[in-house]
């Protein structure tokens, strides 16, 4: 079923490939305002990825996404430079104590530390990288809250950007199950369980005891609000759509195994109000205008720096063409 865990460690090694990179290698692939970038940084981060993700380079065109993306990563490996000289330069900069406090609530999403170390473990991180990029995760966000100001959103941007998104805010007729997993081999143990919910028992307790779907276990079964986009299979659907809001299914075979089903909840098809949405809207906004802010002033401190490419197959194509 659904993993929540695996979101984490995606996040996790999205950002280490967007990380800083370390200095003081003699064999360097960029030097960005004196400061170098090294080639065996580059190279690892590549590597990393081509181990979590090695379809990504295969086929006929493989090596050529390679170089493509190794020149997309040098690129974010010199702007990360960049952005973190100009927080330097401005005296910004993130305590171990502040670095602690954003790793606990990183952790809080875990049912545990030891699946917290197994997500890291599964993202190839240490303790130091996950250091390293949240220290220049927070120095990017208080350079861009300089940058920024006290932005305020108006209600007339709010409900100019709702009349003209209207599409964005339809919500479709869902439903919101719980189950428990059983192994295919494990009907006996199905069917002493769903007596024990008949009798009263506590539905989610048991799935957290009994559940083998490591996605929903923790959350007592609860599988979220079903989405047209990622549909459950087949058996489980129709047994879904037979049942009530609070009503318990008998054992549903599925190539997984046994569930046991419980709706918690449905919604009709609605359109939801402004009301509702206004909050969200004017974080899109604030999103965006600071997405923008950061492009421009990245465009603006990149084209006063020095920035040197040693490794020709990796400089913008613009500057191959042009020599």
Not at 43 to 49: A, C, G, M, P, T
Not at 270 to 291: D, G, H, K, S
Not at 296 to 322: G, H, M, T, Y
Request: a negative charge.
């Amino acid at each position: 079923m659904r993993t929540p865990r695996l979101l984490l460690v995606m996040a996790l090694v999205f950002a280490l490939v967007t990380g800083l990179a370390a200095c003081g290698s003699n064999d360097v692939a960029a030097i960005v305002n004196g400061e170098e970038i090294s080639k065996a940084d580059l190279d690892e981060q590549v590597d990393r990825l081509r181990e979590q993700s090695p379809q990504m380079f295969e086929g006929e065109d493989g090596e050529a996404r390679i170089l493509d993306f190794k020149r997309r990563l040098l690129e974010n490996m010199i702007d990360n430079v960049l952005v973190r000289q100009a927080a330097e330069e401005r005296g910004i900069t993130v305590t171990d104590e502040e670095l602690d406090a954003q790793i606990d609530e990183l952790k809080s999403g875990f049912p545990s530390e030891d699946d917290f170390n197994t997500a890291l473990a599964d993202a190839n991180l240490t303790m130091d990288d996950l250091r390293d990029q949240l220290r220049e995760q927070l120095a990017t966000q208080r350079l861009m809250e300089e940058l920024m100001g006290d932005t305020e959103v108006t209600e007339a941007e709010v409900s100019e950007y709702y009349e003209g998104n209207q599409a964005q805010f339809a919500e479709q007729a869902a439903t919101r199950a719980s189950h428990i997993l059983f192994e295919p081999e494990d009907r006996a143990t199905a069917e002493q369980v769903l007596g024990e919910i008949r009798g009263g028992a506590d539905f989610a307790e048991l799935a957290q005891e009994y559940s083998k779907d490591p996605g929903s276990a923790s959350q007592g079964g609860d599988l979220g609000w079903s989405d047209p986009a990622r549909p459950f299979v087949p058996e489980f659907t129709e047994a879904m759509e037979n049942l009530g809001v609070g009503e318990v299914s008998d054992l549903v075979e599925t190539q997984f195994g046994w569930h046991i089903i419980k709706i918690e909840e449905r919604r009709e098809e609605r359109q939801r109000p402004l009301t509702e949405v206004a909050e969200q809207i004017e974080q899109m906004i604030l999103q965006q205008r600071n997405a923008e802010a950061y492009q421009a002033f990245l465009d603006e401190i990149r084209a006063a720096a020095d920035i040197e490419i040693l490794i020709d197959e990796l400089k913008p194509v613009a500057d191959e063409a042009s020599e």
